[in-house]
């Protein structure tokens, strides 16, 4: 098993830019998880899905962020537009329940100049 | 939702037992305490977890106090590859997971 998979590993982008993430979770997990993490804040859960469905979207930081998962293979974090403050690694993990250990991705590093 | 307490970092010198504590006095009666820990530019990854009896696996065991409000994460022998950030957590059956700062633990050859 080839494990959560994230795209792009690292990403350089400047203020005002359209930022993409992808991921893709362990093949047969139900639920999959978008974290945040950097220096000040720590990690951070920003939103997660249960079969494809957002359940919580509380920590999704403003409008900017939006996530989808238009399949149980797929799903994207997009911030629209980018600022310096966004600058942060960026975690997904799935598990094959929303209460079962999570298994995370290698993170996707994104700077905002 | 409840919270956990965890010292900022500890030190360990490399294969001695190591333990982690945690403390979690507002536990609720369906709070799982779950253990990750995240290695140097990775993910975190997931260590063990327990309800109320001692459990043991591959990587750790995890000692609940019969009052459930402190858990320790033991590590038997320390390696070199054990440096890392050890989050301790609470879960509920239907929340997510929230991580604190972590332990961060440093192994010394």
């Known amino acids: 098993d080839a494990g959560v998979i994230q795209s792009p590993r690292h990403e350089v982008t400047e203020m005002g830019q359209e930022v993409t993430l992808r991921c893709k979770p362990i093949?047969?997990?139900?639920?999959l998880f978008w974290y945040r993490q950097t220096m000040m804040r720590g990690l951070e859960l920003l939103i997660y899905?249960?079969?494809?469905?957002?359940?919580?979207d509380s920590g999704m930081p403003e409008d900017r962020f939006s996530a989808k998962m238009p399949n149980a293979s797929f799903s994207t974090l997009k911030i629209q537009p980018s600022e310096p403050r966004d600058s942060a690694v960026y975690f997904c993990?799935?598990?094959?329940?929303?209460?079962?250990?999570?298994?995370f991705g290698p993170g996707t590093r994104l700077t905002v100049l | 939702d409840a919270k956990t307490t965890q010292p900022n970092s500890m030190e360990s010198n490399e294969e001695e037992p190591v333990h982690l504590p945690c403390n979690h006095s507002t536990i609720s009666g369906t709070d799982y305490i779950h253990w990750y820990r995240q290695l140097p530019s990775q993910g975190p990854e997931y260590v063990i977890h327990?309800?109320?009896s001692n459990v043991n696996n591959r990587m750790a065991s995890l000692a609940i106090a019969e009052d459930r409000k402190s858990s320790t994460l033991i590590l038997h022998r320390a390696t070199l590859r054990d440096a890392a950030v050890y989050y301790c957590?609470?879960?509920?059956?239907?929340?997510?997971?929230?991580f604190g700062a972590g332990t961060r633990l440093t192994v010394k050859p």
């Open positions: 993990a799935s598990s094959s329940r929303s209460y079962n250990e999570q298994f």
């Open positions: 899905f249960n079969n494809n469905v957002p359940i919580d």
């Open positions: 093949s047969g997990h139900n639920s």
């Open positions: 957590i609470l879960r509920d059956f239907n929340n997510d997971m929230r």
């Open positions: 327990g309800l109320t």
